[in-house]
């Protein structure tokens, strides 16, 4: 396995993780038995980074991880886990958290300890709740040994993160279709010139950009001189690039870590040749021609001041078109732009002002489309969604709470 190195400290970790998102499943709960067989299998293999959260496989990832690195498997790997930060209500609920997940996943130190799924919002609250103490605390008492923040909102915001706190390292969505999306090329650029390492979360969007794939992508794989497949292609892009340091892959099949393994053996920065960026930019371009509404995700038309977070709507609303996952474009709408994670950004929210269009370089009527938005993703389904998360919330909380005052683990 190829390693990158992490900029701040030095330390070598491999170009290939693994994500515990998405592990098998039996019966709505991870399968202990091939689950467990499955991660030694990947350490084993080389994939020696793991990454997981507090909300993963509902709350069972971290202690399942806890479980299946017992036998030393632990003392081989280095793990990231992240923070919660919509439970998250004082300062004090950080510590309680952290010492939580170091209980589930039985260990006495988090490898990277990262704020989960910030933005701009989120971002503000939890400085004003004390995050940079807490993490300045938390590595100085020995219970992390690197900081960092996943993140999904727009590049302008994501800068901001990055200057924000001395972080060792960052997790940003980033594929052949997101180039330009989230916190995107630019953005990456950025976290590498400012000394963070760039982990990389969905890498073959959730698995689609490997599987089922279209009659038009697969007659470009066809054409191609160099036989590889789609995923192949997908991740020689990222590895190309010498700002990724690592990139995360939620395999749950002994085969799909054979294959990423043996892709990240020779896949070294900078080694793809302008036939091979050509052919990766036609399935790319053949991906994006699916696209409902033509965005590209470059944020010109940001802020906007009714609070609509315009390139995530498209972005969502386009993935209904291009990949048709309804329940999950769905969940992800309502937890990303619902008011669930961070502010309030749903379609609805437009008021019609109108300053966002002339910004936009694809000319596209964003108030127009912003309502077809709505009228496709904020519908009965929506609102029963959003009703359950809001209400589930709380719940959740008090849960946390009390498995910490009256069960002593999991
Ligand atoms: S037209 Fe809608 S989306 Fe655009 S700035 Fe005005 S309120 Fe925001
Ligand atoms: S300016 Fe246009 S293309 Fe750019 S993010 Fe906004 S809507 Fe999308």
Redesign the pocket.
Known sequence: MLSRTIPKTQEKIPILGLGCMRLLEKKGSIDEERSKALVRYAIDKGVTHLDTAWMYHHGQSESFLGRALADGYREKITLSTKLPHWLVKTREDMDFFLNSQLSRLKTKYIDYYLVHSIGKESWDRMKALGVNEFLDQAKKDGRIRNTGFSFHEGTGIFKKIVDDYPWECCLIQYNIIDEFSQAGRDGLKYASEKGLAVFIMEPLRGGKLAKNIPGEISRILDQADIKRTSAEWALKWLWDQPEVTMVLSGMNDISQVDENCEIAKTSYPGDLTSEEHEIIRNIAKTWQSFMKVPCTGCQY?MP???G?N?PSCFEMYNNLFMFGDTWRTNASYVIRLGGVMSGHSVAS?????????SACPQGID??KR?KEVSGRLEGPFYHILHLGAMVALPIMRRMAFFKKRFLSDE
């Open positions: 038309c906007c001041h009714f609509v315009i929210a437009c008021r019609d002002c109108g300053a966002c269009v964003i108030p912003l």
